[in-house]
């Protein structure tokens, strides 16, 4: 397992279930991980942006199966410098990462190959993204071209806050992804998260999950990496669902195919449910961080097994993926100062505590001092996630796994759910 996040640690813990291991007595690695990590998994002190040291490692321990959980090593193309020395990798090539690498990429792929999305245009220079702007109604969708940690995408209201954030971006507040920014046309409706396994050819569905981005209560102040998710998300009916693998999910995977750059790993496939069906608003190549921690919390399917399928390109031999019809709750415990300059440093305590009853807390900026304590080294320090019937009771169950955690520079939202609690009360 290669990452150290909270969407790893989920990761990490699911896969130490695993068949893979327990038939075999191997060992689950992972690097460079991070103390929850640590409760399943071997940590190693690599380097992911060193490929011939994560190579030589992998030969090293005859590593059967290589998973890169973030997108920043999948983007740089680990996993091809990975399998040029035969080793199977769950991921994207580099070539297929573009997908979220470049936000112009997967627009201009939708628009070769009809799938619904918004309006959009792609810039390069702030001159050129001020003009372009003249040509889009209020509100104004800006998204940094390259990754930004979460932090590229603006909403903005006016025209003149459009005009500060395109300043912003070209101007290197995001370094290298704000060298373009594409401008979107903003759609309404509600956004929901879908998941598809693929090797390539088969695609196999994986679960929904809703975000919650804005870092306040309400959905307000600034976007975050995410500070809470729910699985299921009811919203994307059965209906939609097949419309979306129907006219998003399949026409990509055919045409990355036929283009010569073949996707193997998961899809995550952000959409906007429109009045005239779901439109794709992004594409992520990897799962998400909460909403892997709620996929994980209701697989009941082997993960390991289906990620060497996935690798192996024979996705098909296996039943699809099985996920529990109860509902999970994740909750995102952040630094103060999040999503900001983050406090570290911060001392956590009685995780234990929370996780009595069968929540679970997965480790994201985590770390120990000196003395073996456990503190906050991050932004998002915390998922806190729990299981239940219905999203109203997982809610109260993962709040209640919060209020046990001793974390004083910490804070979270308090309202993660809230859309579907809303739809659950009027039945």
């Not at 290197?172 to 309404?188: D, M, R």
């Not at 059965?238 to 045409?255: D, F, M, N, S, Y």
Request: charged share 20%; net charge negative.
């Amino acid at each position: 397992m290669l990452g150290s996040g909270g969407r790893e640690h989920a990761l990490s813990w699911k896969l130490a279930q695993s068949r893979l291991l327990a038939s075999t007595n191997d060992i689950l690695y992972a690097a460079p991980g991070n103390p929850g990590i640590a409760e399943h998994a071997e940590l190693v002190g690599l380097e992911l942006t060193d490929h011939a040291a994560v190579a030589e490692f992998c030969a090293a321990k005859r590593i059967g199966l290589v998973v890169i959980g973030p997108e920043a090593p999948l983007v740089d193309g680990l996993a091809d410098s990975l399998r040029a020395e035969g080793f199977a990798v769950f991921g994207p090539s580099k070539a297929a990462a573009q997908l979220e690498g470049s936000k112009g990429f997967t627009k201009d792929l939708c628009e070769r190959a009809g799938i619904p999305t918004g309006g959009y245009v792609r810039t390069r220079s702030l001159a050129e993204a001020k003009a372009a702007l003249h040509t889009f109604e209020p509100p104004y969708v800006l998204k940094a071209d390259g990754l930004a940690a979460g932090k590229g995408v603006v909403i903005a209201d006016t025209f003149a806050e459009a005009e500060d954030a395109l300043a912003d971006m070209f101007g290197g507040a995001l370094g290298e992804a704000g060298a373009e920014v594409v401008i979107e046309e903003f759609l309404e409706g509600e956004e929901v998260s879908f998941f598809a396994l693929t090797d390539g050819a088969t695609i196999v569905p994986f679960g929904s999950a809703q975000d919650h981005k804005r870092v306040g209560d309400g959905d307000t102040g600034p976007n975050t990496g995410g500070m809470g998710a729910y699985s299921p998300a009811p919203v994307l009916t059965p209906l939609l669902r097949g419309e979306a693998i129907e006219r998003i999910i399949a026409p990509t995977v055919k045409t990355m195919a036929n283009e010569g750059m073949p996707y193997s790993g998961v899809l995550f496939a952000g959409l906007m449910l429109t009045d005239s069906g779901p439109k794709l608003i992004e594409y992520n190549a990897r799962f998400g961080d909460p909403e892997c921690q709620v996929l994980m919390m209701r697989l009941e399917s082997d993960l390991g097994e289906l990620l060497l399928a996935c690798a192996e390109s024979r996705l098909a031999s296996l039943p699809p993926p099985k996920l529990a019809k109860a509902s999970a709750l994740t909750v995102v415990m952040a630094a103060r100062g999040y999503p900001g300059t983050p406090e570290k440093g911060g001392a956590i305590r009685n995780i234990e505590d929370a996780e009595v009853g069968g929540a679970k807390v997965f480790h994201a900026g985590t770390a120990l001092d000196a003395a073996g304590n456990l503190i906050a080294n991050g932004g998002r320090v915390l998922s806190v996630t729990a299981l239940g019937a219905n999203v109203t009771k997982t809610q109260k169950a993962a709040y209640d796994a919060v209020d046990k955690v001793d974390f004083p520079s910490g804070f979270c939202r308090r309202d993660i759910g809230w859309r579907e609690v809303e739809r659950e009360k009027r039945g």
